[in-house]
């Protein structure tokens, strides 16, 4: 089996996993702040996920959100960036709403994403070059519209400071209007399924995003942080992610925004 293959049932057992976790009580801590929450089941789901990949694939390099390969320093050989519960949030308050999300590259090449939202059994998959799908069917390509027409999908804590506010109210302002669904890997999700036309995040991560990208980028849609640079596979990043006509439409936004600027190279480590 390859690696896209055994990644589509490992992604799948995974999600039984988090469901059978969930019938018994787990602890909730918190990280960052008191906002920013982790569970057993995230840190037991990628623990379950980097024993299975390695039982299969020994020389295959992983890197978590909680914890796993965070000193990789370069993007040879086979890496699968995972996030094991994103939308943690909604695990705790919903117990619905959150995905598993798992890009792999080679050589820092993308060769498949994966995105699984274990409570609806949906599983969002693509192999570079080779179309993307919702569980059998197979997506349909980006449609070009503009923000004036669109949802648009945006994280409203992240973009309330000083620095930030200007152009995110603007655009918000442009759009058809907002949606915040907490789970960047669904939101991608929701793009590839053309329920929203872009996504727009000051910070994530790449366990956030790999994943959506890679599929995404199948059905036409662009990706770039907010000044049109490609996103990166070992540090943080702002990501549109849109047609790309919005695309394009969002970035304007950004330039010549000079205290934005400063701020976003502060905030983000690389
Ligand atoms: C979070 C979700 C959320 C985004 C946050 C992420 P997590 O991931 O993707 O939508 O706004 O920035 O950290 O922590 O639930 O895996
Ligand atoms: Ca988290
Ligand atoms: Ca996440
Ligand atoms: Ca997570």
């Known amino acids: 089996?390859?690696?896209?293959?055994?990644?589509?049932?490992?992604?799948?057992?995974?999600?039984?996993?988090?469901?059978?976790?969930?019938?018994?009580?787990?602890?909730?801590?918190?990280?960052?702040?008191?906002?920013?929450?982790?569970?057993?089941?995230?840190?037991?789901?990628?623990?379950?996920?980097?024993?299975?990949?390695?039982?299969?694939?020994?020389?295959?390099?992983?890197?978590?959100?909680?914890?796993?390969?965070?000193?990789?320093?370069?993007?040879?050989?086979?890496?699968?960036?995972?996030?094991?519960?994103?939308?943690?949030?909604?695990?705790?308050?919903?117990?619905?709403?959150?995905?598993?999300?798992?890009?792999?590259?080679?050589?820092?090449?993308p060769y498949c994403g994966l995105i699984y939202d274990c409570m609806k059994r949906d599983l969002y998959h693509a192999k570079y070059k080779n179309g993307a799908y919702l569980n059998e069917h197979a997506l349909l390509p980006a449609e070009n519209i503009s923000l004036n027409q669109s949802l648009i999908a945006i994280n409203p804590k992240r973009v309330l400071g000083e620095e930030t506010r200007s152009p995110f109210f603007k655009i918000m302002a442009e759009s058809r209007s907002v949606r915040s669904y907490g789970s960047a890997a669904l939101e991608f999700a929701m793009l590839a399924k053309g329920q929203i036309s872009a996504l727009l995040f000051l910070k994530l991560y790449p366990w956030d995003y790999t994943a959506g990208v890679i599929i995404t980028e199948e059905l036409g849609f662009k990706t770039s942080d907010l000044y049109g640079r490609e996103l990166p596979l070992l540090s943080s990043s702002s990501v549109i992610s849109g047609n790309p006509k919005i695309h394009s439409e969002i970035l304007e936004y950004f330039t010549g925004d000079k205290r934005l600027y400063e701020y976003h190279e502060k905030i983000h480590d690389s």
């Open 1 to 109: 089996m390859d690696i896209y293959n055994f990644g589509k049932e490992l992604i799948v057992e995974a999600g039984k996993f988090i469901e059978m976790r969930m019938t018994r009580e787990f602890q909730i801590d918190s990280k960052s702040n008191p906002n920013d929450l982790v569970t057993d089941v995230d840190r037991e789901t990628e623990q379950f996920l980097y024993t299975k990949i390695l039982e299969r694939f020994p020389d295959h390099l992983i890197i978590g959100e909680e914890g796993h390969g965070q000193n990789i320093q370069d993007t040879k050989g086979v890496i699968w960036i995972v996030d094991p519960i994103d939308g943690t949030l909604n695990f705790v308050h919903q117990g619905e709403n959150f995905a598993i999300s798992i890009g792999v590259f080679i050589d820092g090449e």
